[in-house]
């Protein structure tokens, strides 16, 4: 066995393959470094985790790539794109402009031998390890910045709760941080994705693969090497993290030694969501934002694929500019940056740059729509009468609409639910979806992180989970403690608050809002939206993120009548933040360059 440890030039750079990094445990991570030609003292831009730092992007995920690849050649420009890998950044972009990139595989994955936990405390140990370690090398300025997607972006709020030394700023680009409400059980029901995510993405690559694996386009080598060992041994070098997940039904210590503390985040950050990405990511870029101790923060919100925005030339300029000013310490304008930019939906996958204050946006007019039985219609003022609505309670449910509206309406937000729910036996899920019509009732749909027929938005809650945390919870964003069961009595009628992830969408004269109360996940009824070569499933609305495992939905309580109880001075309503048309006014700081389909437009 032996490790590749060599330096050569490549495309203008310095690449030093496989170099060791040593825990304090002992055990030795690998990583890659990419370092401009000319010696002296650099920022570094860190990445740490499992997909394998020598498997290319198109090589584990062919679809994602041909679909970046045909739709945004601005990507593919200025790069050889021979060291492209999924969800960190490309060198070739970043090593000209005076950084130094270093990737690493973490426990258990890639390069890197031990034992494979996702996001536990000894991986979080390791990734500050490697941020000190990459702080007080030669080629290093003591500066260390953190960026990537997904994976790449949750494990940064894990280590800059431990503030190490050198960590200087985060950039945090669709990073989940809630590991049981975001991940695992959404609203308490338990969300299928991570076990195939994990059999897909990780397995895959993990340690001890070797000849077995991916040979590596890079450089030769085995991405999953240098070792192959066999089956067993591989086994019982990973934990079952469907078995672990699915066996934390509540929100117990497992996920809470997982959660970062937002009063230790204190770096700068830069916090980037996507309007499509529920229920997995976009809730933790917007409560990082929200929770997080930094006086130095930023909201950026966007739209189109999960992966795409952070290699265009939209999201690296963005990049550039944060990691410039807290690394470099460029003048550059950031300092002038407001601090939430979104790229604001219009139906038809356009977007128009906004630039806000604060979030959720100070001029937000909270507006309650209560639902009536009369026509299944959402009004602004509730029925009077007492009436109810039921349905099978695994079935489509029930939807309420609004009239045609009035006027050009925009909805930008987190959005609540508030609903008087009694079920035929001793629990119940809700599936909320909310929704937007045409004039002739076709739905208003996007590109969403992953499924191309994503909602406006998507809220759940098992009713048996109901109980709510009284110092988080706020008028617009119920937060549920999930820590214990609460039966329902069969027939007897219970306040149930619901939390919808943030969203947003400008709707047209017209047409029409909807609430859509389920049983179980929504179904886009235009029909499949394909697959990508890494996931499991067809994509029919939800993309990866199904709740439909029977172990945690067995008929004989989930499987029964579900009753919504409207009117007669019970509150049942769906709470939008509708934002009021303003004049345009000059920005104050420098524009970033507009997303696909995006114009500019800034917001007083």
Request: charged letters at 25%.
């Amino acid at each position: 066995m032996s490790y590749r440890e060599v330096s050569e030039i490549r495309d203008g750079m310095r690449i030093d393959w496989d170099m060791p990094i040593e825990m304090d445990d002992g055990l030795v991570l690998r990583c890659d470094i990419f370092r401009p030609l000319k010696k002296g003292r650099y920022p570094v831009i860190l990445s740490h985790g499992p997909y394998g730092k020598w498997l290319h992007f198109e090589d584990g995920y062919k679809t994602a790539w041909k679909r970046m690849e045909e739709k945004q050649p601005d990507v593919m420009a200025g790069s050889s794109n021979k060291y492209q890998s999924w969800e960190v950044c490309d060198p070739e972009k970043w090593v000209p402009d005076g950084y130094v990139v270093v990737r690493v595989d973490s426990r258990g994955c890639g390069r890197s031998p031990g034992y494979v936990e996702h996001w536990s405390p000894r991986e979080t140990r390791d990734f500050a390890n490697c941020v000190e370690w990459c702080g007080v090398q030669p080629w290093s300025n003591g500066k260390v910045g953190l960026s990537g997607i997904s994976y790449y972006a949750i494990n940064q709020w894990q280590v800059a709760s431990l503030q190490p030394k050198h960590l200087a700023a985060i950039c945090v680009w669709e990073g989940f941080a809630d590991f049981y409400r975001e991940l695992s059980h959404n609203g308490g029901i338990y969300n299928t994705f991570a076990q195939n995510w994990y059999d897909m993405q990780v397995k895959t690559v993990q340690y001890g693969l070797g000849h077995k694996g991916h040979r590596s386009r890079m450089n030769g080598d085995w991405v999953s090497g240098p070792e192959t060992l066999t089956e067993e041994e591989m086994g019982a070098n990973r934990y079952d993290m469907g078995k672990v997940l699915f066996g934390h039904p509540f929100d117990d210590d497992y996920y809470k030694a997982m959660a970062p503390d937002w009063s230790k985040v204190k770096v700068p950050m830069l916090s980037a969501a996507n309007w499509g990405g529920q229920p997995l990511h976009p809730r933790g870029n917007y409560e990082g934002f929200f929770r997080a101790a930094s006086k130095q923060k930023w909201l950026e919100v966007h739209g189109i694929e999960h992966w795409t925005h952070y290699y265009t030339d939209y999201g690296v300029d963005l990049q550039r500019r944060f990691f410039g000013y807290f690394l470099k310490g460029e003048k550059n304008g950031w300092d002038k940056q407001p601090k939430v930019q979104l790229n604001v939906r219009h139906p038809g996958e356009r977007f128009v740059i906004r630039h806000e204050d604060a979030w959720p946006l100070p001029s937000t007019q909270w507006t309650k729509f209560h639902l009536t039985a009369d026509g299944h219609r959402l009004e602004t003022s509730p029925d009077k009468n007492a009436s109810k609505v039921t349905f099978d309670a695994l079935s489509d449910g029930a939807t309420f609409l609004t009239e045609p509206l009035a006027e050009e309406t925009e909805i930008t937000g987190p959005v609540a639910a508030k609903l008087q729910v009694s079920s035929s036996t001793e629990d119940a899920d809700l599936f909320l979806v909310l929704r937007v019509f045409s004039p002739d009732m076709k739905e208003v749909t996007f590109q969403g992180a992953l499924d191309p027929h994503t909602p406006i938005g998507q809220g759940w809650l098992r009713a048996s989970h109901r109980k709510l945390d009284k110092k988080l919870t706020l008028p617009f964003r119920p937060y549920h403690t999930h820590d214990e069961k609460q039966p329902l009595k069969a027939g007897e009628v219970y306040e149930l608050d619901i939390e919808i992830v943030p969203t947003c969408i400008v709707v047209p004269k017209g047409y029409r809002v909807a609430l859509s109360v389920r049983g179980c996940d929504y179904v886009y009824p235009g029909g499949s939206g394909g697959k990508l070569s890494n996931m499991k499933n067809e994509f029919t609305g939800n993309g990866p993120f199904l709740h439909n495992d029977p172990r945690d939905r067995p008929i004989s309580i989930y499987g029964g009548k579900t009753t919504l109880h409207l009117g007669g001075g019970r509150d049942n309503f769906v709470l939008l933040p509708i934002i009021p048309p303003r004049k345009a006014a000059p920005a104050k700081a420098k524009a970033a360059k507009p997303a696909r389909g995006a114009t500019k437009k800034k917001r007083r």
